[in-house]
């Protein structure tokens, strides 16, 4: 089967600076990819890349088996976009932005009425269609930009910050669409900060760092790759003043205070348990909860990012 | 291929005229191009014509030159600084249409506004100031290709990949003034001294006001063939010349979006 996007040796360069070097990644049919990093790490020169705003400066790019840079009619007809900013005609109402894309995609009048009406209903605008996008709230502005980015029935759907900056209600509508458009087989490429968000959704992860790809898996394979991120998490039934003895148990690697909680983090977590029951026996101490704890995906993120800054010498 | 020959260019056409229908539904009562597109060209005329006595076959022809030649370039080099400074021309570029086609599309706002401006001074020549009308079919193809070739101007005048209208308005400015006053708007081209006769061919302006006169019975100095022909040649070069520009700014300005 191909792939819905396969990216090889992908640069880019603005003027000397080289934002993308040599990155290479696909992403599988009816999965939904996400793709994280930190700010000016390369996220958004990818997505503009893969959705042909932008023009590489080497390597290629393939959708659905369609070359962007020699067929991009074809790369591009498959593809739906909502960029991380607001950028409706904001001088046109609801229904005109909405038609306006179905036309660019050559669909028939009769279908784009159709679809249109569909998810001006389902994003809760359909009341508002006539109004320009103008008076439009933040939220209400992100959902017309989504129904813009699926009135053409998209194979495959590129978000970038899709929730950034929204209200509970929108970003609950939002995520609900995108898992319900990937369950009917919408592969979706998720470019986002919110490590949470990627967490939760995403079928796999790319990390990119300082223009490469630091790491590509399954979220919980990332988590598991990260051993020094695991720790135990425990609290007691009185405050523990000095936790410098704590540090001083086998095995533990470092000890952070959080609420009334106190982590150690470890390689081992199975060697630490007893020694950790004789602290808390010697120092009349008990367990009110005791859980042993996997890394988050912002750990991971964050050593992997650490660990390629050391790398590089930063 | 998804489009190859007759198809591509079926789609191009449908792609520009969707471009074209939103532009006209954004662009037209935008306050640059009312500003720069109808009220600059009526107040320059009427500083030029009001107290004097204009030759009514000089004063018409004059009127709706200066009107199609403002309002056809006025358009079209607003549309990209906007959309960029919006972003949505990412919308557009996205699309599976070409930058031709959005390019394209701009023109054809561009010129369907300076063909709609251009009836105001028509209208007020035949029906106020009582010009005749003697070649009507002249007039009406010498209008259509005139507000195409000015379009295309305004579409070079568009390429600088700035996110700012007003800097693209001033650089339009800084071209089509100079313009006005080579192209026997205020005085004909017959009348003009030595150096003007020499430089007025290098204006299309020039062969519009020459059609108008001509269509509307006056003494031209070049024939109406070799007005059509300098029109369409200016308009082919203009074209082929501004898709150019664009194709080499656009990288730049896509980076901006």
Not at chain 1, 104 to 131: C, H, S, T, W
Request: proline content about 6%.
């Amino acid at each position: 089967m191909k792939p819905a996007i396969k990216v090889e040796n992908l640069t880019k360069y603005y003027g000397k600076f080289l934002a993308l070097e040599k990155i290479d990644f696909e992403v599988r049919e009816g999965e939904i990819f996400g793709f994280l990093g930190p700010n000016g790490a390369g996220k958004t020169t990818t997505q503009k890349i893969l959705t042909g705003i932008l023009k590489p400066s080497g390597g290629q790019v393939s959708i659905l088996g369609y070359d962007m840079e020699k067929d991009p009619y074809n790369a591009k007809r498959f593809t739906g976009i909502v960029p991380d900013e607001t950028n409706a005609y904001v001088d046109m109402n609801a229904w005109d932005n909405l038609t306006l894309i179905g036309e660019l995609y050559g669909m028939p009048k009769k279908n784009i009425e159709v679809k249109a009406k569909e998810l001006l209903e389902i994003f809760q605008l359909y009341d508002r269609r006539k109004d320009r996008v103008k008076g439009f709230s933040k939220g209400m502005k992100r959902r017309l930009i989504l129904s813009m980015g699926l009135i053409h029935n998209p194979r495959i759907l590129f978000l970038d910050e899709p929730t950034s900056g929204l209200d509970v209600q929108s970003t609950r509508l939002i995520r609900k669409m995108i898992t319900d458009l990937n369950r009917e087989g919408v592969t979706v490429f998720l470019t986002t900060h919110d490590i949470e968000e990627a967490n939760q959704m995403c079928d796999r992860v790319a990390i990119i760092y300082q223009g490469k790809i630091a790491a590509i898996d399954r979220p919980e394979n990332l988590k598991k790759a990260v051993k020094a991120a695991q720790s135990i998490e425990v609290s007691f039934h009185r405050q523990v003043e000095i936790i410098k003895e704590l540090e001083d148990l086998p095995e533990v690697d470092e000890v952070r205070k959080q609420g009334d909680k106190i982590r150690l983090f470890t390689r081992e977590p199975g060697k630490v348990i007893r020694p950790l029951v004789e602290y808390a026996h010697k120092n009349r101490l008990e367990f009110l909860t005791l859980n042993t704890l996997g890394p988050s995906l912002e750990e991971v993120f964050v050593k992997l990012t650490e660990d390629k800054e050391s790398v590089a010498g930063v | 291929m998804f489009k190859d020959g007759e198809s591509r260019i079926k789609t191009m056409i449908q792609g520009a005229l969707v471009i074209a229908k939103k532009d006209m539904k954004i662009y037209y009562l935008k306050p640059p191009v009312l500003i720069f597109g109808v009220l600059f060209p009526l107040f320059l005329f009427l500083s030029f014509a009001v107290g004097r006595n204009v030759p009514l076959d000089t004063l018409v022809p004059g009127m709706v030159g200066i009107t199609l030649f403002f309002t056809a370039s006025s358009v079209v080099p607003l549309i990209l600084p906007w959309e960029t400074r919006l972003k949505t021309l990412e919308l557009l570029i996205s699309a599976p249409i070409g930058v031709n086609t959005i390019l394209l599309g701009d023109i054809l706002a561009s010129f369907i506004f300076g063909i709609i401006i251009s009836l105001l001074p028509l209208t007020l020549g035949l029906f106020v100031f009582g010009a005749n009308l003697v070649y009507f079919p002249i007039l009406v193809l010498n209008i259509i290709l005139s507000s195409f070739c000015f379009s295309c101007l305004g579409n070079i005048i568009s390429f600088p990949p700035t996110s700012e209208p007003s800097q693209i308005m001033m650089f339009s400015n800084l071209i089509r003034l100079p313009l006005i006053f080579i192209s026997g708007i205020f005085i004909p081209v017959s009348e003009m001294p030595a150096w003007g006769r020499i430089i007025a061919p290098l204006s299309p302006l020039t062969y519009t006001t020459e059609l108008t006169r001509f269509a509307l019975g006056g003494q031209t100095s070049y024939s109406p063939y070799i007005s059509f022909v300098m029109i369409a040649l200016f308009s082919v070069v203009f074209l082929v010349v501004g898709f150019a520009l664009h194709k080499k700014s656009m990288p730049k300005r896509v980076q901006n979006l």
